[in-house]
RNA sequence: GGCGACGUGGCCAAGUGGUUAAGGCGGAGCUCUGCAAAAGCUCUAUUCGGCGGUUCGAAUCCGCCCGUCGCCUCCA
């Protein structure tokens, strides 16, 4: 597999650090809003990055933060009068909440920079007395000159950066850039006890901390967004090489593009945000992933409602594939098969394995695009190429059944579930003896060619989100989405 | 000012030196069907922002221009 490191801004070779296991580390939220679809889009891209490389028989270790104390954790949760813990605690569910709905995987461990604080310390000391940092009036803060590739990731160099940077508060500072590791506590703030006095750690140090922690001195892919270049993974690489002095801190740095919200009247009253419970109120988890994964992880993305329309008929099309084929030839076989005690179904199988859909060559398609720096549109284009020949067969009344266990298979490592709307909630079942009921009576009408009560009885049921489609074998139905 | 993206059909979006420029949505026609739905087939970019250059050959490399955007401040 290739990925794009942005670290050496370019493609390389990927291979783990310890044989098979890999490393992953995803920079988390910091909990004092709700999830958006932005924080959606990263997730579920590292998501299929993960689920693609246990495909690939990698063994996965995979950590995300939540930093769960900050300048706006704090003053959210004084406005709100509640505690910054309780703040963190209500939108770490939150989090949790829309990454289950999104089908997003769960990672092996969520640390908190609040419990992890004597790592923070400890770091924190050693890089004090390695020289890269200084106490400054209860802060301490990282020495930036000390470090000669400071800005490697974000290819910048602290004199470029000084000519336009707004850095003003120099007081506590040796140079502007320098940033802090500990940041010593204010009249009414939530603090921790340190050797430098009360205080709370800084934004970057968490993930230093927490990454080294659970991962070791060298991970093999650290992630986030592109907005996460710089500053905080410019100050993690310092501080964690600072602190370890093995280098590299990370063997591949991995960002996703920024999903943009248009101009227009997306969201008038808060500020900008689609929050992922808006979105998955009017959209299927599906059609968000197709939407997400269906241009490039590095490129930027546009939301609108329009596209997730599309992409959500898109995922329509291809629950459509999955439907079982149901045809008269289908059933009449059935009744040979138990009539005359023969298993019909083993010839079906050899013929579709000779005659039939060559689903290897999917999916070796599949795990090119994939193996091209997570190529997942296309890898999304094979799927639907599939799709089509899939359905070509069906209308041939050819046995299709691998070919969707193929289907089903390369989209679950998109982490699309395909659910048919036929697997209705509880609460819908004991509405389907009646529908039944009237899909029969409604046969009966069509077969006497009472063509108006018939069509009547369809439109009825649409309006109440029912779809009934009729075929030579008989009428289907299932519930709307 | 610095760093970096991007501009491909009506919309979204792959492709980054050489067969017919993927795929999805939308649109048109046909087939199937009592109708509808679903599905299939065909069509929907002789052309890849513009102008030059390199090359036997470029959407793909180089230069310039036009346009859009991101980061340099909290942010996935």
Not at 229 to 244: D, K, L, V, W
Not at 393 to 406: F, N, P, R
């Amino acid at each position: 597999m290739i990925l794009y490191d942005t670290l050496t801004a370019q493609k390389r070779e990927f291979k783990p650090i310890l044989g098979n296991r890999v490393n992953i580390y995803v920079c988390g939220i910091t909990p004092y809003a709700e999830t958006h679809i932005g924080h959606a889009l990263s997730y579920v891209m590292f998501d299929v990055l993960r689920r693609y490389l246990e495909f690939q028989g990698y063994e996965i270790q995979f950590v995300q933060n939540f930093t769960d104390i900050d300048d706006k954790i704090i003053a959210r949760a004084n406005e709100q009068g509640i505690s910054t813990k309780e703040l963190a605690r209500i939108y770490i569910e939150d989090y949790f909440e829309a990454m289950d709905s999104l089908n997003v995987k769960r990672a092996d461990h969520y640390p908190m920079a609040t419990i992890e604080m004597p790592k923070i310390i400890e770091i924190i000391s050693s890089l004090i007395d390695q020289g890269y940092a200084y106490p400054s009036s209860g802060d301490v803060n990282f020495r930036v000159t000390k470090d000669p590739e400071y800005g490697k990731l974000s290819h910048r160099t602290i004199d470029s950066m000084l000519e336009w940077a707004n850095e003003e508060l120099t007081e506590n500072k040796d140079h502007p850039l320098d940033f802090a590791l500990w940041k010593g506590t204010k009249p009414g703030e939530p603090s921790w006890d340190s050797p430098w006095g009360a205080g709370r750690p800084g934004w970057h140090i968490e993930c230093t901390a927490m990454a080294i922690r659970y991962l070791g001195n060298t991970i093999d892919i650290h992630g986030g967004g592109q907005d996460l270049i710089f500053p905080h993974h410019e100050n993690e690489i310092a501080q964690s090489e600072g602190y370890t002095g093995d280098k590299p801190f990370v063997v591949t740095w991995m960002h996703n593009g920024l999903l943009h919200l248009g101009n227009d009247k997306m969201s008038k009253s808060l500020g900008n945000l689609v929050t992922v419970k808006e979105a998955l109120s009017n959209h299927t988890s599906d059609a968000l992933r197709l939407l997400f994964l269906s241009s490039h992880y590095r490129s930027p993305l546009t939301y609108s409602e329009s596209l997730v329309e599309s992409s959500d008929r898109a995922r329509q099309r291809l629950v459509n594939a999955l439907k079982p084929r149901q045809t008269e030839i289908e059933s009449e076989l059935d009744g040979l098969k138990t009539a005359l005690g023969v298993d019909v179904s083993t010839y079906q199988d050899r013929f579709e394995e000779e005659f039939g859909i060559d689903t290897q060559s999917y999916q070796l398609r599949f795990t090119a695009a994939l193996d091209d720096d997570l190529n997942t549109p296309q890898a999304i284009a094979v799927i639907f190429e599939l799709a089509r020949e899939i359905n070509r067969y069906k209308g041939m009344d050819v046995e299709v059944s691998s070919a969707q266990d193929c289907l089903r298979k390369l989209a679950g490592i998109l982490g699309l579930s395909l659910d048919s709307t036929m697997s209705e909630p509880s609460n819908k079942s004991e509405a389907n003896e009646f529908i039944n009921l009237l899909v029969s009576i409604r046969t009966e009408l069509r077969t006497e060619k009472n063509w108006s009560l018939a069509d009547k009885i369809r439109d009825e049921l649409d309006g109440m989100g029912v779809i009934l489609e009729d075929s030579s074998s008989g009428t289907q139905w299932e519930f709307k989405d």
